[in-house]
């Protein structure tokens, strides 16, 4: 584990290779199937709420209600996740090609919201968690992302390369660049 300015990291965020390649998953981050979608911080809450009439000509019918019946995000023992169809989609999700893309990030990429799509969505497959009163940051390893592993290896990108931008996002442009610093030593000093 590394510590940078109050910040714990997993060593593999700087060690592992990592670079999303669509073409072959087709978004299957937006689909897992489980009891809860992707975590929220507070302020994400009512942002969620905010979308809907942004995104609504992308979502589908079943999408729509789903939000109509059951809102854009759920309440598990003051967790809070977006909120999923049937245990699996998130609601925000739509298909392009059979590929499961975020309603939210198209709207933000065509200058519609300021608003890009939950961090916690933005930075995987980097969690974000609390240990010992500190912001951690751990990789989760999924089957899923097998082809984003060997995509970063074949083009020379390691985890933290890949998620430049919702690690400027959050944690600023200040601690990516000592980020920056410590993996090309750390991984000069572990070749």
Known sequence: MIELDGILLDEEII????????NKCKGECCTFP???GAPLNDNEIFLLDSQVDIVKHNLSKKSLDWIKKHGTYQNDKGKYTTNCINKRDCVFVYYKNKTALCAIEKEYLDNKTSFRKP?????????VATYRNQMYLYYEEIEECKDAIKNGE???????????QPLIYLLGFEWYKKLEKIAKEYNKEYK
């Not at 060690?15 to 669509?22: K, S, V």
């Not at 916690?120 to 497959?125: E, G, N, R, V, Y």
């Not at 074949?154 to 430049?164: H, P, T, V």
């Open 15 to 22: 060690t592992n290779y990592f670079l999303c390649d669509i």
């Open 34 to 36: 489980g009891e809860f």
């Open 119 to 127: 961090i916690s969505c933005w930075l995987f497959p980097i969690r």
């Open 154 to 164: 074949k083009i020379n990108i390691k985890i933290y390369q890949a998620l430049k």
